[in-house]
């Protein structure tokens, strides 16, 4: 699936590879997503100019002068770019054209990606409840301590919950718990000020560096030539046996999702 920084490479590929941003056309090709695909949209959107293209959360966003379209990935969402005169293949869902012909297409197979027009898009439901970005100052320590300090819910889901921070997936809550040696299942009161500031700073430095990568791809994920994004040799904990100190890596099942420690290395 792709997380938060797989879908900030996505966005700044698709940002980047837009030189006309008027829409020529949008057409569904099959509207069973997570939601359907509104059949308004293609009217909507004809002859409208993108003003903005940008990541909240693990959503697209393509901003116009009287609304926005969230786009989400889902688990095997991938936008192409493509031909004026593009194939269609199985499991694309819709294609957006633009004034100088750039086609881009939207393919998902597992079909849990979706796609809104909305005109206020802070009052959507998709959006309206979010977290604060964990790559931006308002997620600091103080910020994450107030969160914790009387939570008995372990910190990994903490660090998860989508309502606090947003995009912290699975591979990089235990990434970034490892970098900042706590065991994923503490409870979260537990966690002292200095750690907060530890796990803060590890959460950004695995972000940043995964965007820097490119993504990680575990699989179904690609930017949007095409490329696989993949880095897994980069990862420390998730998905391996052993930790870099020789220790056999610990996989404990936190709300249904394993998560790798060392208890060596991790307190
Ligand atoms: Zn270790």
């Known amino acids: 699936m792709p997380e938060l920084p797989e879908v900030e490479t996505i966005c700044n590929a698709f940002k980047k590879s837009v030189t006309n941003p008027v829409i020529k056309e949008f057409k569904i090709i099959n509207p069973k997503l997570r939601w359907k695909i509104n059949n308004k949209i293609p009217s909507i959107l004809k002859g409208k100019r993108i003003n903005n ?3 909240r959360a693990k959503y697209i966003i393509m901003d116009f002068d009287d609304g926005s379209i969230i786009l989400h990935l889902g688990m095997t969402g991938i936008l192409r770019k493509t031909s004026t005169f593009p194939e269609i293949f199985k499991h694309d869902h819709f294609m957006l054209k633009l004034e100088d012909d750039a086609t881009y297409i939207y393919n998902d197979v597992r079909k849990f990606g979706s796609l809104h027009w909305v005109y206020d898009k802070s009052k959507h ?6 977290g604060v970005e964990p790559l931006s100052r308002l997620f600091s320590k103080k910020y994450l301590y107030e969160k914790l300090k009387n939570k008995k819910t372990q910190v990994k889901n903490l660090i998860m919950n989508q309502n606090i921070v947003v995009g912290i997936g699975n591979i990089y809550a235990s990434e970034a718990l490892y970098d900042s040696k706590i065991r994923p299942n503490r409870i979260s009161s537990t966690i002292t000020i200095s750690e907060c500031e530890n796990l803060v700073k ?3 430095k695995v972000l940043s560096r995964s965007i820097k990568f490119g993504g990680t ?5 690609k930017t949007l030539d095409g490329k696989s994004g993949y880095f897994k040799q980069k990862l420390m904990v998730y998905g391996l046996e052993k930790c870099q100190c020789g220790e056999v890596l610990i996989i404990v099942k936190i709300s249904g999702r394993s998560s790798f420690y060392c208890a060596k290395c991790q307190k």
């Open 53 to 55: 293209i940008s990541r």
């Open 217 to 221: 791809s575990i699989k179904d994920y």
């Open 202 to 204: 590890s959460i950004k």
């Open 125 to 130: 439901f998709l959006i309206k409840n979010l």
